[in-house]
């Protein structure tokens, strides 16, 4: 396990030390070299030593559209104040804590949140002083969620259900009525997943759950992983008895210490009481859970990815066809849901698909939970039903816009779906989407009567997905389509050269309108960067990474008239 080894040693001795990583190569019979491939493609892991106080500040959609560049110069000052030498202030990717911005910063690996910019420098002091604390844990409580039906009191009632009743198919029927799908951006339906896995051959199988929430705006998966915990676990021990998996691993950021410690603890008692692990309940059946920490990286999210990384290798995607269900997890077939995905399983079984699916308005079914942030005055983890309009969950649901500024755009998947305008005009989208949800002969709609579910964002030729950040009318959304593009310059593993060399033209490009010096003559050259990187790409990344720089260009023309000769 290079990987998990290359982490204790890191945690032990605050980088990767030469003599350290021999050690290792001798001890598990593998040449340095691949020590290095492995060490040298994560962001998590140092291969010199660090300055004594290491200072990360997230620089992602919500916390640059709040300050977090103003922050950060603030850093560097003190750190020139205080020594240079010693200090280092950089920008990071998401940190997950998008609801406090712009105040997510990791000092020294240790995740803080929430804080004014004098706390922060005040933490940086400590940190040089010796003195640094972790942050005092997050909320563990219950909120009253409709996904968990123990309220917060594990029961794992549907475990105990199957081991007496063995009927999978009644679990998969429940599943199917429920129409649930991947809740990580795919949206694939999990009884097709977990049935594909169940019927191939085989006595060794896997189940992975996808902690890896890296998408700029995306929290979601760290609240439940939190406060609900055993419906993850559960989740994932009804997914490897049906499918006779044999195992199942939860992958996480490696920032998410909370969320850890909290899944950790859950997972002890469910193993003390026999939910997990060997002859559960006494039934004779078996499913061990383990955890598996991520070395950090946004393309670690994408499933094939991340068993590249559970395999010891870099962590770049793999070629498709063989799909994980046939050949996952060291070849074999392996079921990848998200948290979200594997917490609903419970709730569906005891209350009944129809339950679920009829918990959504507006003619969509289900219901979800959505991490919203920018420019609201709640930004947080809401539960949701599918269909919900923007206004609802702008007005209603996140309390309204800040400052009571206007609204501008709305990203409503990260940066992966690029911008939506406040006002969406008929001649820029897909002529059925204009004929079957506009008002009759009208030119343009209302975003806020939009409704958020997944096959009305397809059709719009958009996208939905965990993330949904909101832009007021003070910010230079041409500013905030650089920070996007930028994001998937620094996250491309560099595998696929379309999408390495096209992610890196792109930022050029908007780089240059920004400082005056673009022409209407380059933009064409964006559509044609676009197609080749989303038919040339590997992975989703790729095939999105154009999406902030489109949709800037088709639907707010104005802003980039600004700059534009």
Known sequence: ????????????????????????????????????????FYPHFKLHPPKKVEVHVCQDMTCN?????????????????????????????????CDYAPSAVA??????????????????????????????????????????????????????????????????????????????????????????????????????????????????????????????????????????????????????????????????????????????LG??????????????????????ALLEAME?????????????TVQGLFGKPTVINNVETLAWVPSIVKNGGAWY?????????????????????????YEVPFGQTVRQLIFETAGGMRDDQKLKAIAPSG???????????????????????FPPNAQAMDILDLTLDLQTLKEMGSMLGAAFVVYGVKCNIVEEALNCVEFYRNESCGKCVPCRLGSQKLTDILKEVLAGRGSRAQLPMVDELAMTMSISSICGLGMVASNPMTTLMKFFAQDLDKYLK
């Open 1 to 40: 396990m290079i990987v998990q080894e290359l982490i204790a040693i890191q945690e032990r001795c605050g980088y990767l030390p030469e003599d350290e990583l021999r050690a290792l190569a001798r001890r598990i019979s593998k040449p340095l070299h691949s020590l290095h491939e492995v060490a040298s």
């Open 65 to 97: 559209l709040r300050g977090s560049q103003h922050l950060k110069r603030q850093l560097s000052a003190l750190a020139d104040e205080i020594n240079p030498e010693q200090i280092e202030i950089k920008g990071v990717s998401c940190l997950g804590q």
């Open 107 to 280: 000092i020294n690996d240790l995740v803080y949140r929430g804080l004014t910019h004098d706390a922060v420098c005040a933490k940086v002091r400590a940190a040089h002083a010796s003195e640094l604390k972790p942050q005092a844990p997050a909320d563990h409580g219950s909120l009253g969620w409709k996904i968990d039906p123990y309220n917060g009191s594990p029961r794992y009632d549907v475990v105990k259900e199957f081991v007496k009743s063995r009927n999978g198919d009644a679990i998969l029927k429940e599943i199917e009525t429920a129409n649930l799908r991947g809740m990580g951006g795919a949206g694939f339906p999990t009884f097709r997943k977990w049935s594909a896995v169940r019927a191939e051959k085989g006595p060794v199988k896997y189940v992975v759950c996808n902690a890896d929430e890296c998408e700029p705006g995306t929290f979601k998966d760290r609240e439940l992983l939190r406060r609900t915990p055993h419906l993850v676990i559960e989740g994932m021990v009804l997914a490897g008895l049906i499918t006779g998996a044999t195992k199942g691993t939860l992958y996480i950021r490696h920032e998410y210490h909370d969320e850890l410690h909290a899944f950790n603890h859950a997972l002890d008692q469910a193993r003390a009481e026999k939910i997990c692990g060997e002859n559960i």
């Open 283 to 304: 039934s004779g059946l078996s499913f061990p859970v383990d955890v598996f920490i991520s070395p950090g990286g946004y393309i670690q999210g994408e499933e094939s």
């Open 312 to 324: 010891d290798r870099r962590g770049e995607p793999r070629n498709k066809p063989p799909y994980p």
């Open 357 to 381: 699916r009829d918990g959504g308005v507006n003619g969509a079914p289900g219901m979800r939970f959505v991490s919203i942030s920018g420019d609201v005055n709640k930004p947080g983890v």
């Open 415 to 437: 940066p992966s779906g690029g911008f939506l305008p406040a006002s969406l005009p008929a001649a820029a989208l897909p002529p059925k989407f204009v004929k079957d949800r």
